[in-house]
């Protein structure tokens, strides 16, 4: 049963636009959460990550918001670039457990075009 | 350069030719980590191991091995390769433990005839 969900496969912003992709989670442990960007070719690359006692973090033109009592969060690109066309994948971990893994969601396609 | 390298990038085989994908960090890193990635199904862990000591399978470890004889190195072994092990498969690394930023190699494209 997948605990991170990503209920998007594909998303198409036009540049200089907002984009936004969403991930749910399952797993009430979950307490910290990450953003992947893959190209083609490449391995995924770290984007941004949220530990649970927040509820929103930024670096440039990315942000990711928690919503813990929705079990959501979102990654917003403001503004989208051509260059951000990628895979996303949103992934979440129990820091406390034992395990010491990360739960990926299936990904979400995003085109930016011009 | 900090990073993780896998060898080879492509590699096509044969049904029940043992390989084995090699994967290595230089960032002294404990925890590392192997994943597969089929389309619409997203980055699925096949192995992980903490530390030297310890190993232990992921989601997918069914056909699969690991072996973790020194920390650089944690190499994926599949003794009898089927078709439905053709997929891409990513290595990781991470400072702080599985649950916290990982560092992915640049994948190992696999085809099993």
């Known amino acids: 049963d997948q605990q991170v969900k990503q209920n998007s496969p594909s998303l198409s912003v036009q540049e200089g636009r907002i984009s936004i992709l969403n991930c749910d989670y399952t797993?009430?442990?979950?307490?910290?959460f990450l953003w992947y960007k893959k190209y083609p070719a490449e391995g995924p690359t770290f984007l941004i990550s949220i530990s649970s006692i927040k509820d929103k973090n930024e670096d440039g033109r990315f942000t990711v918001f928690l919503n813990k009592s929705a079990k959501h969060l979102s990654l917003h690109i403001v503004p989208s670039q051509p260059g951000d066309s990628a895979v996303y994948f949103c992934a979440a971990s129990d820091r406390g457990s034992t395990l010491g893994r990360l739960y990926f969601g299936r990904g979400t396609q995003l085109t930016v075009w011009p | 350069e900090a990073q993780v390298t896998q060898n080879p990038r492509y590699l096509i085989t044969v049904t029940g030719k043992k390989l084995t994908v090699t994967c290595s960090q230089n960032m002294n890193h404990e925890y590392m980590s192997w994943y597969r990635q089929d389309p619409g199904l997203g980055l699925r862990q096949i192995y992980y191991?903490?530390?030297?000591?310890?190993?232990d399978k992921g989601d997918v470890p069914e056909g699969y091995k690991v072996s973790r004889k020194e920390k650089r190195n944690f190499p994926l072994i599949l003794e009898s390769p089927s078709p439905n092990q053709t997929s891409l498969y990513f290595c990781a690394s991470s400072p702080r433990g599985g649950g916290y930023e990982q560092y992915f190699g640049p994948g190992t494209r696999l085809t099993v005839t």
């Open positions: 191991s903490m530390n030297v000591e310890v190993t």
């Open positions: 797993n009430s442990m979950f307490d910290y």
